[in-house]
């Protein structure tokens, strides 16, 4: 595959709360699109106004920041701009947030795990056609055709492990959540390893963000 794409003159915006991720995208976009222009925000609250003011045709955006998730986002800068293309770099589960953001209206999903030479063959595919997706992403989406629920990962906790989650989430320690419903604090202590099991985290910080962003949305 090429390494760049000489004659294309792309508007980017890449928004992220920390510098270094979008002067490292920067750098790699430079490379392989010598004649683009890229706006950068830290704030989730900016893209909108980005999007609308200068014609953006490819949006690299976060999962998360201190003021929010994008999730939210992605439909109110798709009416902004039908035609922007929105690629969601994040450091978040992929297989736990990737089709909430496909159906939010993100083109494509990168995980800020990747190394330097994929994240440009990932930039690359998605400026030439639109869209990138990871071989597990694909899997998914193959996937969530039989099984909807594929979408919500909080369907995979039992009626109680739901219940305990949410209290959790609404920052009960294990004592009150054991004296509320009434049973064991090392029975609350079991439940709580295996929501994390479940949902594949490792602690509560991450059960709060899976929370706000999968429940009732």
């Known amino acids: 595959m090429e390494t760049k794409v000489e ?11 920390h510098s270094i991720v979008r002067q490292g995208i920067e750098i790699i976009i430079s490379d392989i699109v010598p004649n683009s222009k890229v706006f950068q925000t830290s704030s989730l609250q900016q893209i909108e106004e980005l999007v609308k003011l200068n014609h953006i045709q490819i949006a690299i955006i976060d999962a998360h920041f201190p003021d929010g998730n994008s999730l939210h986002f992605l439909p109110l800068i798709k009416a902004a701009n039908p035609d922007i293309k929105i690629l969601i770099f994040s450091g978040l589960e992929e297989d736990l947030y990737v089709l909430k953001f496909i159906k939010a209206g993100a083109n494509g999903y990168l995980s800020k795990l990747s190394e330097e030479e994929e994240i440009k063959q990932a930039l690359l595919s998605f400026i030439e056609k639109g869209e990138y997706f990871s071989e597990l992403s694909r899997n998914l ?9 594929l979408i ?66």
Do not use: C, W
């Not at 369907?155 to 959540?177: P, S, V, W």
């Open 141 to 149: 989406m193959v996937q969530f055709v039989n099984n909807p629920d």
């Open 7 to 17: 004659n294309k003159e792309i508007v980017f915006l890449l928004a992220d709360d």
């Open 152 to 217: 919500n990962p909080l369907t995979r906790l039992t009626k109680r492990e739901f219940q305990i989650a949410e209290m959790y989430a609404e920052g009960y320690g294990n004592l009150e959540i054991a004296n509320h419903l009434d049973i064991k604090q090392n029975t609350v202590s079991t439940i709580k390893k295996n929501i994390f099991e479940k949902l594949q985290i490792e602690n509560l910080v991450e059960l709060i963000d899976l929370i706000k962003t999968h429940h009732k949305i």
